[in-house]
Each structure stands twice: as structure tokens, then as C-alpha cells.
């Protein structure tokens, strides 16, 4: 079976998404002086997690479609 | 943060063999891959240190360059590659044309990838040297090292796959930079506020870096020095075209789709998120070249007492994001030049073991005998690289550099693509001579014209006389660009015509326009048909000009 492309981007995107959230939400604040006081790590993390979901749902369900309509 | 997203990518490459050919993907991710396979190193720091030494103009690269380019491909030149099945930009030569024609265009290819493959050498290496605070040598050391064990660990196993993962990463790990850096700067019109400064230091009108045609009535009044004939001409024609029909790095990606209309469709797909990268790749420099004049000193001072345009995004990425989010846009810059200098290289490899020196040098030898000449040409590949390398400290924007080896070989190849695919009556002689001549062309030109603020040398004139002095590196680039082409088209014109035809109509089936049946989409939807995606695209792309005009 050939994997599609989707599953390891959504993987790498929700980890990464997902270590980046966590570390902003526990990380010292005054590393955010450099972004204009805004969490970037949390906020673009939740961004990054959201996009990794949204690709693995889209992959499992064309995976789920797929062997169905053969 | 560095280290996961690297252990990620290893283990992904390794454990796949699933992404074949984009038979069974959609259509937007074979567009993707299209795309990504020029969003090296040149994209990423080459187009930021454009958008901050030539300011929006650098916007024609895709607006006006780029995207008649690719939907011209899609329409009207995949046809002949898809249909003629050939593998490859030389192969197709062989067909149309014959040997010495894929010959010598394998060797201007090859020439080509080593300098892409340095120049993302370059870029790489000055990254090591502002993270890791090495010397410049030593930087250019590891670089080296670096893609020799990435080749030799099979690194472009699924170079396709890759190049989509990377995609994705470029994107998500620049847009926090753009959207940090526009904030900083009070968005749009405090850019703009910006740059007007910038405008009048350099002795321009306050709009000549936010205005993208406005101030090209003239080579005098814009950063570039170009007028509006030569940017459509140049730019526009020679350049973007040769670029994006000919370099078999892209068209490759179009050629392995799994059909005609899928194929046809995926330049125009890529087309899409194509248009849109000047907000990644432009912004980003024009944001810098901003603070660089308000803040004073953002951006080194280069040797040549010009700041160092290369740097921008460094820089930026440096200033703007936090550790966690900084480690994912270097993991993005380093992928991306990793993976451009692996692609060059692998491609010199393929390119020198399988046309020329198989067919020009030794054939006949054994498969083993070849896989060896292959690894010592990757060898090569990257010691020359390295010289190449040297070779772009000498140009504080590598856009520039690139744009003057494109010239030199996209642009005449143009010409010979053009002719061929369009008239019959071109011979493999006048293909040859003409190229040759499109080549010579732009070594004549190039040698006997500098930019301003140069010596003689690798920046040009070296020929010994000096007949003109262009005001920018870029504005030579395109002139180089043009007159290669025309050198190439007349030449290849005259020679056909005085030379018997070499092809008969029966051979050129497939390859030539008059003799290729016309494809059928009276059957589709009309909303599904490539042209309605072509025409939307360029209506888009004038859209685009006008607003930023």
C-alpha cells in the first residue's frame, strides 16, 4: 500500500505544533520581548497543531474512502 | 528544536518509498512539488535580498516573470514533453534534434548546477557562520561535508516527497517573521513611511521602493536601472521563459504526472501559491532594507561598503523570533538549502555520468563502472561547489549571480526550445550553432559590460574594453539575457535555412507543434479545462500588478 503524502506532513506538523505550544505555555516570558511581547511559540504552535490535524484528517479520510471504492 | 525537526525529516526519508510519480495524489501537491523545487536557496535569501536592494520591483519576477511563464508551459510546451516521453530537458534535444544539441546542453547544465549548488553553498555557510559564529572557511567546510554525507546516505531518495514537506515548512516557518516584522513596522503604510526614507538616501523619488512600474519610464529613476522594454524583455521573455520551460529540475516534476491533462495542469496549479510567495520571500526584505534605514545598521556592512543584502533574512529571523520558534525557521532555511545543494549536485551527477560521459566518453563499460564514475563526479560535484561558493562572496545579492548563469544558459535555450517546438524546419546544425552562438552571445555582452560601482572581473568587462556601465548587477543580467537570446534565435533561424533538414516529418511526430494532434478537452467541464485555469492565473497576475503599480 502506498502511503499518502499527507499522513507524515499532519504527523510532523501536529508534534511540532504540539512541542512548540507547550513549550510557550511554560517558558520564561522575557524571551518574548523580541516578538513584541506576543507568544509566538503558544500562538503559532496552536497554528501549526491546527494544520497538522486538519492534513492527518483529510489523509484518513481519503485512506478510508480509498480502499472502499476499489 | 533543531535537532527534532532534523530527526523528523531523517526518519521520514527513510521509511517510505510510497510517493510515486503523483499518480495517486492530488492535484495540488503535485503542484506543490513543481514549486518547491525552485524554493531553494535562491528563493528564499536571493528574492529577500532583491526585495531590500531593488524593493518591489523585485515583484516582476513572479507577477510579471514568472507566471506567463508557467502558464506558457502548461499550455503550450508540456504537450511536446509530456508526449514525446522523453525523461528529461536533454533527452527531448536528442529527439528533436540530435546528439551534439543534448550534449551541449548537458554540459551548460552541468555548469549551471554547481553554480546553484554554491550558491546555496554560500548561503548555508554564511548561516553557520552567524549561528554558530565559525569562520567563513570553516563554515564552507561543514557545509561541504554536510550534503557529501547527506548524497551518500541516499538524501534524494524521494526527492518529490521531500520538496512538499519542505514546502510546507518554508511556509509555516516564515509567515510568523512576515506577520511579527509588518507589525513592528505599523503594517503596510508604515512600510511604506519606511522605505520612502530609503528612497531618498539612494537619491530616488520617496516611491521608487514601494512602486513596482510607476517609476520605469526611465533606468534612472528605480533601484534595478531598468526600463520597462528591458524588464518585459529581458525579465519578462528570456529570462523567466528560458527559466521555467527549460530547467529540467522543474519541468521534471510536470513530467513524471500521470497524465497529459495532469501534467498540463501542474504548472498552472502551482501557478497559484506561486503568485503569492512575494509575501514570504519579498516582504521580508523590503521590512529589513526599512529597519536597516530607521533603526541604522540592521544589516551588516559588506566589504564592498554596501549593506549585506544576503543577510536579511538571517537577520530577521535572529531579531524577530523567540528560541522554540527560531529553531523552526532555521530548520526551514537549512532544509532548504540542504536539499538545493543535494538536488544541483545529484543532477550534475546524472547529468555528466549518463550524457556526457557515457555517451561522449566511454560507453560500453560496465553498470558498476558508471556507479563509480557517479560517486567521484558527486565528489567533484561539491569541491566545485565550494569555488562557486567563494565566487558569490563577491555579489551581496545571490539573485544577482543566479540570474547572470540563467542568462547565460536558459536564456539562449529558450530560442532553440521556441524554434524547435514551433518550426519544422529547424535542423539539429541550426540548433547547435545557434545555441553556441546564444551562448557566445552572452559571454561577448557580459565581457564587454559592467554594473556600476564594479572592477572588472567576475562581475564583468573582463574582455579588456568596457562599452557600457549598467546601473545595477541585475540590469546587466537581463540584457545578457536578451541578447543571448536573440544571438541564439537568429542564428538558429539563418543556419536552418541554409542547412539540409536533418529530421524527417515522420520523426519529429510528438515533438514539433504542426505535427502533433491537437488535444481534445471538448469533453471537460469548462471550468476544468488548463486554459480557463491560464487565463484566470494571468488575470490574477495583472491584478496584482496594478494594485502595487
Not at chain 2, 40 to 54: D, P, R, W
Not at chain 2, 132 to 156: E, M, N, P, R
Request: aromatic share 14%.
Amino acid at each position: 500500500m502506498r502511503l499518502d503524502v499527507r499522513f507524515p506532513i499532519g504527523g510532523m506538523f501536529s508534534l511540532i505544533g504540539a512541542i512548540l505550544t507547550v513549550y510557550g505555555i511554560v517558558s520564561d516570558p522575557a524571551i518574548y520581548e523580541k516578538s513584541l511581547g506576543i507568544n509566538v511559540n503558544l500562538w503559532w504552535g496552536l497554528v501549526l497543531l491546527a494544520f497538522g490535524l486538519v492534513m492527518l484528517g483529510f489523509a484518513v479520510r481519503a485512506h478510508r474512502r480509498g480502499p472502499a471504492a476499489s | 528544536m533543531l535537532g527534532i525537526g532534523w530527526a523528523l525529516r531523517r526518519r521520514i526519508r527513510s521509511s517510505e518509498d510510497f510517493f510515486l510519480s503523483g499518480r495517486s495524489i492530488p492535484a495540488w501537491i503535485a503542484g506543490l512539488a513543481f514549486i518547491s523545487a525552485n524554493l531553494g536557496a535562491q528563493e528564499v535569501i536571493g528574492m529577500a535580498a532583491s526585495g531590500a536592494k531593488y524593493g518591489i520591483m523585485t515583484s516582476h519576477f513572479y507577477w510579471v516573470g514568472a507566471m506567463p511563464a508557467m502558464v506558457f508551459v502548461g499550455l503550450f510546451m508540456m504537450p511536446f514533453y509530456y508526449g514525446s516521453r522523453a525523461r528529461s530537458v536533454p533527452e527531448y534535444l536528442k529527439l528533436r534534434f540530435d546528439e551534439k544539441t543534448r550534449g551541449l546542453n548537458a554540459i551548460t547544465f552541468a555548469i549551471m548546477t554547481i553554480f546553484s549548488s554554491g550558491i546555496s553553498m554560500y548561503a548555508l555557510a554564511k548561516l553557520f557562520e552567524l549561528v554558530l559564529g565559525w569562520s567563513f572557511h570553516g563554515s564552507i567546510v561543514l557545509s561541504a561535508v554536510i550534503v557529501l554525507i547527506y548524497i551518500f546516505l541516499g538524501g534524494l531518495t524521494s526527492a518529490i516527497y521531500n520538496e512538499v514537506l519542505q514546502f510546507f515548512l518554508i511556509v509555516l516557518g516564515f509567515l510568523p517573521l512576515v506577520l511579527l516584522g509588518l507589525k513592528d513596522v505599523g503594517g503596510w503604510s508604515g512600510l511604506t513611511a519606511k522605505l520612502a526614507t530609503v528612497a531618498t538616501n539612494a537619491g530616488f523619488e520617496p516611491g521608487a521602493w514601494s512602486h513596482s512600474w510607476k517609476y520605469m519610464d526611465s533606468p534612472s529613476h528605480n533601484p534595478m536601472g531598468m526600463e520597462w522594454f528591458g524588464l518585459v524583455m529581458g525579465l519578462g521573455f528570456a529570462l523567466s521563459f528560458g527559466y521555467w520551460c527549460t530547467d529540467f529540475l522543474v519541468v521534471q516534476r510536470a513530467m513524471a504526472a500521470g497524465s497529459m491533462t495532469a501534467a498540463r495542469r501542474t504548472p498552472l496549479i502551482a501557478a497559484v501559491p506561486k503568485m503569492l510567495m512575494p509575501v514570504l520571500v519579498i516582504l521580508p526584505g523590503m521590512l529589513a532594507i526599512g529597519l536597516h534605514a530607521s533603526r541604522g545598521g540592521f544589516l551588516p556592512i559588506g566589504s564592498d561598503g554596501q549593506p549585506e543584502y544576503n543577510l536579511a533574512i538571517p537577520m530577521l529571523l535572529g531579531h524577530y523570533l523567540p528560541t522554540g520558534l527560531l529553531g523552526l525557521g532555521l530548520t526551514a532555511l537549512m532544509a532548504s538549502f540542504m536539499s538545493g545543494m543535494a538536488g544541483n549536485v545529484t543532477a550534475f551527477n546524472s547529468v555528466w555520468t549518463y550524457d556526457i560521459y557515457q555517451t561522449h566518453i566511454r560507453p560500453g563499460q560496465t553498470d558498476a563502472h558508471y556507479l563509480r564514475v557517479g560517486h567521484a563526479a558527486t565528489v567533484f560535484g561539491i569541491c566545485a561547489s565550494v569555488v562557486a561558493a567563494y565566487s558569490a562572496t563577491r555579489f551581496n545579492n545571490i539573485l544577482d549571480m543566479l540570474q547572470l548563469v540563467f542568462s547565460f544558459v536558459n536564456g539562449p535555450l529558450f530560442a532553440t526550445f521556441l524554434l524547435g517546438m514551433f518550426w519544422r524546419r529547424t535542423t539539429s546544425h541550426g540548433a547547435f550553432y545557434g545555441l553556441l552562438t546564444g551562448t557566445i552571445t552572452a559571454a561577448l555582452h557580459y565581457g564587454l559590460t559592467l554594473p556600476q560601482g564594479s572592477v572588472p572581473g567576475i562581475k564583468g568587462g573582463f574582455l579588456g574594453a568596457v562599452l557600457h556601465v549598467y546601473p545595477s548587477e541585475m540590469a546587466l543580467n537581463f540584457w545578457t539575457a536578451l541578447f543571448a537570446w536573440t544571438g541564439c534565435f537568429v542564428a538558429t533561424l539563418l543556419i536552418s535555412l541554409f542547412t539540409k533538414r536533418t529530421k524527417t516529418d515522420d520523426e519529429l511526430r510528438g515533438l514539433v507543434h504542426s505535427l502533433t494532434p491537437r488535444i481534445q478537452e471538448g469533453h471537460m467541464p469548462w471550468y476544468k479545462r488548463p486554459v480557463t485555469l491560464g487565463v484566470g492565473i494571468l488575470v490574477a497576475s495583472t491584478i496584482l500588478n496594478v494594485i502595487f503599480w
